[in-house]
């Protein structure tokens, strides 16, 4: 079973950074696909940052491209947030999604797989 938990969130002024972290148990590490998604308040969820867990192309949202970087190091996960905005404010999740063989789409459609394991989130609110 996956396991995935988050830590790093908090509260910044607009400008500022954050750096989250979550780390991945449970998992065979080529078999999977990681992400952080994001949902604010009245909002639906929409991916931030996703890729492959053995490495390659990493999908970014635009809203966050050139202020986000994902990374990973072994089974731990981060997403630098710099540049933060009032808009950024919301409940931040680590997730994983099974690749079946294809990971290709990992950092390029993240949307061709079921994200069926989550992290409880971290919250990040940014201030103007």
């Known amino acids: 079973q996956v396991q995935l938990v988050e830590s790093g969130g908090g509260s910044v002024q607009a400008g500022g950074s954050l750096r989250l972290s979550c780390v991945a148990s449970g998992y065979t590490y080529f078999s999977y696909c990681m992400g952080w998604f994001r949902q604010a308040p009245g909002k639906e969820r929409e991916e931030v940052a996703t890729?492959?867990?053995?490495?390659?192309a990493t999908y970014y949202a635009d809203s966050v491209k050139g202020r986000f970087t994902f990374s990973q190091v072994a089974n731990s996960l981060h997403l630098q947030m710099n540049s933060l905005k009032p808009e950024d404010t919301a409940m931040y999740y680590c997730?994983?999604?099974?690749?079946?063989?294809?990971?290709?789409?990992?950092?390029?459609?993240?949307?061709?797989?079921?994200?069926?394991?989550w992290g409880q989130g971290t919250q990040v609110t940014v201030s103007s």
């Open positions: 890729t492959y867990s053995g490495g390659g």
């Open positions: 997730a994983a999604a099974e690749t079946r063989g294809v990971y290709a789409g990992c950092g390029t459609n993240p949307d061709s797989y079921e994200w069926k394991y």
